[in-house]
C-alpha cells in the first residue's frame, strides 16, 4: 500500500487591494491568511496579477498567481499565471491564453443571479470543453441555490469542482477552503481535486445541508436533496 500523501489547505479565490472592490492590502492578506491556517493561496485580483507577484514575492505563504479575468460576456478566472491577460476579449479567447501559459481555466460563481459579471449561460455552455474547474461553493453568494446549480452543473459535465472565499475582506479569508493532496503542478493540482476535502464555517448551514454540501462535491450529487432551509 503507498505511503499517504501529505494534505495541504488551500484558499483558492481572494482579493487584495488590487481589486477595485476590496481595501485588503497584500501585506493585510498574508497575515490572514497565516492566523487561518493556510497553507497555500491563490490570489484572483479583478484583470490584475500586481497582487499576487507582491504577496508572492514576500515569500511567507505559497502564493498561486490567479486573476479573474472581465471578459466579454463575463468573469473567468485562470490560476497558475505567468502573466496578466487583458480584459473585454472573448472567453474563449481568454480561456485558450490561459492554457496557452500552462495555466487552469476556472468558471467562478456561474450561476449567482445577484451579480452583473456572471459568465453569459451561453458562454459557459458554448465553452465547456474548455474549463478545467467549477467553482462549485463560493462563499459570498447568498442564495445556496445558485452554488448548488454549480455543484451540478459541474456534476453534469464531468469537471472538477473548488471552493472558494471570494474573499474581498481580510475576516473573510479562510472561511472556505479545501483540504488537498499537496501538488507541485497545475496538472497535479487538477488530478487531486476530485479526493479534496471542502472545508467550510460550522455555522453556515444547517446540518443536513452540510452533508449534502459535503457528498456532492465528493462524490457527485446524491439522487435525493435535503428539505430547503425554512428560517
Same mark, same amino acid.
Given at each position: 500500500m503507498g505511503e499517504r500523501q501529505e494534505r495541504i489547505r488551500v484558499e483558492i479565490h481572494v482579493h487584495t487591494a488590487f481589486s477595485f472592490d476590496s481595501k485588503a492590502a497584500p501585506e493585510e492578506v498574508e497575515e490572514a491568511a497565516l492566523r487561518a491556517g493556510v497553507d497555500r493561496i491563490a490570489v484572483t485580483d479583478h484583470d490584475t496579477?500586481? *497582487?499576487?507577484?507582491?504577496?508572492?514575492?514576500? *515569500? #511567507? /505563504?505559497? &502564493? /498561486?498567481?490567479?486573476?479573474?479575468? &472581465?471578459?466579454?460576456?463575463?468573469?473567468? /478566472?485562470?490560476?497558475?499565471?505567468?502573466?496578466?491577460?487583458?480584459?473585454?476579449?472573448?472567453?474563449e479567447r481568454t480561456m485558450d491564453a490561459i492554457h496557452e501559459q500552462g495555466g487552469l481555466v476556472v468558471i467562478p460563481h456561474p450561476f449567482d443571479a445577484r451579480r452583473g459579471t456572471t459568465l453569459f449561460p451561453e458562454a459557459l455552455e458554448r465553452c465547456v470543453d474548455r474549463i478545467d474547474? /467549477?467553482?462549485?461553493?463560493?462563499?459570498r453568494i447568498r442564495r445556496p441555490a445558485d452554488n448548488e #446549480?454549480?455543484?451540478?452543473?459541474? #456534476?453534469?459535465?464531468?469537471l472538477p469542482v473548488l471552493v472558494g472565499s471570494d474573499a474581498h475582506r481580510t475576516d473573510e479569508i479562510g472561511r472556505w477552503m479545501m483540504r488537498i493532496e499537496s501538488f507541485d503542478s497545475p496538472g497535479r493540482f487538477l488530478a487531486a481535486l476530485p479526493r479534496a476535502e471542502p472545508l467550510f464555517p460550522e455555522s453556515s448551514r444547517k446540518p443536513e445541508r452540510r452533508r449534502w454540501l459535503?457528498?456532492?462535491?465528493?462524490n457527485g450529487a446524491p439522487t435525493a436533496r435535503p428539505e430547503p432551509d425554512r428560517g
Open positions: 496579477i500586481e *497582487g499576487a507577484l507582491r504577496l508572492r514575492g514576500r *515569500g #511567507r /505563504i505559497e &502564493t /498561486i498567481i490567479g486573476e479573474e479575468v &472581465t471578459t466579454s460576456l463575463g468573469d473567468v /478566472i485562470g490560476l497558475f499565471l505567468e502573466s496578466p491577460l487583458p480584459p473585454g476579449v472573448e472567453p474547474a /467549477i467553482e462549485g461553493w463560493n462563499g #446549480r454549480a455543484l451540478l452543473f459541474a #456534476r453534469d459535465h464531468g459535503d457528498r456532492v462535491l465528493r
